[in-house]
Antibody, heavy 123, light 114 residues
């Protein structure tokens, strides 16, 4: 059974960089059939797609966040990571990693999700 | 961006009764070349991550009870729970994947027991 687990600091200071890692077990991120994505959810609010990465390093990011987002992979560890720079209180959210099905040149839906990790931006 | 609008924001349904959730996209998410609607539905229970229920607007994910069904085409979609069970209390989200940049979700519909 595929499992995803987010890890990283739960508290980040304003203007600093948020860094999270997602570890995949029960499968490989090097599968040609999937992208691997990050989605966030501010407390009590809805879902926002942040970005997704293919094992080869190809990425898509939400244009609203693109200038601040870096997503990378470490296929040797079956991990992918998110860095979000210059954070503010508005970036406080539960951050989820998820597996994403794909078509040719297009990303589809998320079929496996991690449990999520709350990141609070505060001094 | 394709805006996804869900209605209602919340609804209360008696056990065993039908629950209907609507999702409208700001432009058609039906690809004419393959006649597929690029829409997914998720269920999120308190303190849990979202769970995929439906994709391609009407294809049920493996293991999802038959009481959950998706319908609609173009810009108007519906998630129906035919006979509400206590374990169906959750927030439900739609997501379009017709346009990758960006992928967008609806605002969510909270389903409660009346």
């Amino acid at each position: 059974q595929l499992q995803l687990q987010e890890s990283g600091p739960g508290l980040v200071k304003p203007s600093e960089t948020l860094s999270l890692t997602c570890t995949v077990s029960g499968g490989s991120i090097s599968s040609s059939n999937y992208y691997w994505g990050w989605i966030r959810q501010p407390p009590g609010k809805g879902l926002e797609w942040i970005g997704s990465i293919y094992y080869s390093g190809s990425t898509y990011s939400n244009p609203s966040l693109k200038s601040r987002v870096t997503i990378s992979t470490d296929t040797s560890k079956d991990q992918f990571s998110l860095k979000l720079s210059s954070v503010t209180a508005a970036d406080t959210a539960v951050y989820y990693c998820a597996r994403q099905t794909k078509g040719t040149g297009i990303l589809y839906y998320f079929d496996y999700w991690g449990q999520g990790t709350l990141v609070t931006v505060s001094s | 961006d394709i805006l996804m609008t869900q209605s209602p924001d919340s609804l209360a349904v008696s056990l065993g009764e039908r629950a209907t959730i609507n999702c409208q996209s700001s432009q058609s998410i039906l690809l004419s070349s393959n006649n597929k609607n690029y829409l997914a539905w998720y269920q999120q229970k308190p303190g849990q991550p979202p769970k995929l229920l439906i994709y391609w607007a009407s294809t049920r994910e493996s293991g999802v009870p038959e009481r959950f069904s998706g319908s609609g085409s173009g810009t108007d979609f519906t998630l129906t729970i035919s006979s509400l069970q206590a374990e169906d209390v959750a927030v439900y989200y739609c997501q379009q994947y017709y346009s990758t940049l960006p992928l967008t979700f609806g605002g969510g519909t909270k389903v409660e027991i009346k």
